[in-house]
């Protein structure tokens, strides 16, 4: 399930947020080994300083967070145009009010492991699906983002294969690509078959919440 | 832009053409004047933007151009309605498009204004857009119709996509028409090497075999040049580049 919380009510709901955190910082900072701050054991950038949406995949028989992503708007401060503008071609740039970015896609070790039979995990497809649903609601045509080689596998086998914008760089120890992701009907119902989801994963309350905080 | 369009039964350009007049605004007066043509178009009971962290221009108040009545807006002033509009706080906090209809109508006081705010013929139903500029900048965009219900679902389904498009473009027009910027052109390398041989005085197939491509690509990078430019002709376009030192001067 996934639930949606507003970077400006993070103190209100400080217990999910911190989770979160720390999850990214053992994702980001300690398997992957990306340049990131890590205080306190909380991986936190400027970017969550600029009120994004965040998505938290939630277990809800724990009611534990296991993974999130982060959304923001492309006209505002974004990472793609801050911080990785090598990735695309000279003074190209992804700004629209049609297209958000995810960014920080994360989740606990072992939420990664899909059960037998399953090409992704329940926490990944949950994200993706609840990605596509929230661009659905704000009219996005797309997301982009900036991943590495084994985000474009997921994605592929999430339904939600991403058209590769600009050139691939080799950030650290990884090739790092920036990428498009369709937002429509067609493209939910895809990831919804592709990975056996079945309806909305977007928790009603939260939903209701963040349309109208 | 790229846009994806659901079937409408407006004309096919509404969008277009309201991006067209929405980006040539010079003045702020034209501000209104636009929010007004696209409530026709669209065929809308309202339309408002609110601009906030602009600088010296919101410095005192937010900056604020709607097509409201008379009535409303000095009720909403008189009763200091800034600061208790629901739809003003809840879109400050979220990135997400808000439905007025979401707002929790069992608190009285937000009962009470949206009531006033029906009663001041605002709308039926409305949507507010948040609108994310680079410096910190933010924008509130609304449009309100007096659709049913049904009607209103089907009406977000056909337009949000263009509000979202139309919310940024006027969020930028008022920045420039009030100098909080300046437009900002960018043109890729190519577009300006086939800028600046042409502002030498190349033709076409010239620039083209310097260039060493095809008389076709130079002609496909001098279209992007104008809209990017907002150009009608090429001398047009090779005058502003050179004015906005995109290009260095011909030998």
């Known amino acids: 399930m996934i639930f949606l919380v507003n970077g400006s009510e993070k103190e209100q709901y400080s217990y999910y947020i911190n989770t979160m955190h720390r999850i990214r910082a053992e994702v980001f900072h300690e398997r992957l080994q990306w340049e990131v701050n890590v205080k306190n054991g909380l991986e936190i950038d400027r970017f969550d300083e600029f009120n994004p949406l965040y998505l938290l995949s939630i277990d809800e028989e724990t009611d534990r967070i296991r993974g999130s992503a982060r959304l923001l708007p492309t006209t505002g401060p974004n990472m793609l145009r801050d911080v990785f503008p090598t990735l695309l071609p000279d003074n190209e740039v992804v700004e629209s009010a049609l297209i958000w970015e995810s960014s920080r896609f994360s989740m606990e070790p072992g939420a990664e492991t899909p059960l037998p039979g399953q090409l992704v995990s329940q926490v990944t497809a949950e994200l993706i699906a609840g990605i596509c649903e929230v661009g659905l609601i704000a009219g996005l045509t797309d997301v982009v983002s900036v991943f590495d080689a084994r985000m474009v596998r997921i994605m592929r086998a999430s339904g939600s294969p991403a058209t590769i914008i600009g050139k691939p760089h080799r950030i650290g120890a990884f090739m790092t690509y920036a990428g498009l992701f369709e937002v429509s009907e067609a493209a939910l119902a895809n990831i919804r078959s592709a990975t056996g989801l079945e309806g909305s994963v977007l928790e009603r309350q939260s939903v209701t919440r963040c349309l109208a905080a | ?251």
């Open chain 2, 1 to 251: 832009m790229y846009i994806k369009r659901l079937n409408t039964d407006l004309e096919e350009d509404a969008l277009l053409t309201m991006i067209d007049r929405v980006d040539t605004i010079k003045k702020n007066n034209e501000i209104h004047k636009a929010l007004i043509e696209m409530k026709d178009r669209y065929s809308l009971r309202n339309a408002a933007y609110m601009g906030y962290n602009m600088g010296s221009l919101t410095q005192a108040e937010p900056y604020a151009s709607v097509t409201y009545s008379e009535e409303w807006v000095n009720q909403y002033r008189q009763k200091s309605y800034l600061d208790i509009d629901p739809v003003l706080r809840a879109v400050q906090k979220s990135i997400l498009p808000i439905d007025w209809q979401s707002f929790d109508i069992s608190n009285p006081k937000v009962r009470r204004f949206f009531n006033e705010a029906k009663d001041a013929g605002v709308g039926r139903n409305g949507i507010s857009i948040p609108v994310r500029g680079r410096n910190r900048d933010s924008g509130i965009f609304s449009i309100t119709t007096n659709a049913k219900d049904a009607d209103w679902v089907q009406f977000k389904r056909q337009y949000m996509r263009d509000f979202q498009v139309l919310a940024v473009h006027f969020h930028q027009s008022v920045l420039i028409a009030n100098n909080v910027i300046q437009p900002v052109f960018k043109l890729s390398t190519r577009e300006v090497e086939v800028l600046y041989w042409t502002a030498c005085g190349k033709t076409g197939e010239e620039a083209a075999l310097i260039l060493g491509i095809s008389k076709r690509g130079v002609r496909f990078h001098v279209c992007n040049i104008m809209h990017k430019l907002n150009c009608t002709n090429v001398t047009h376009a090779v005058a502003k580049a050179l004015y906005f030192n995109l290009i260095k001067p011909p030998k």
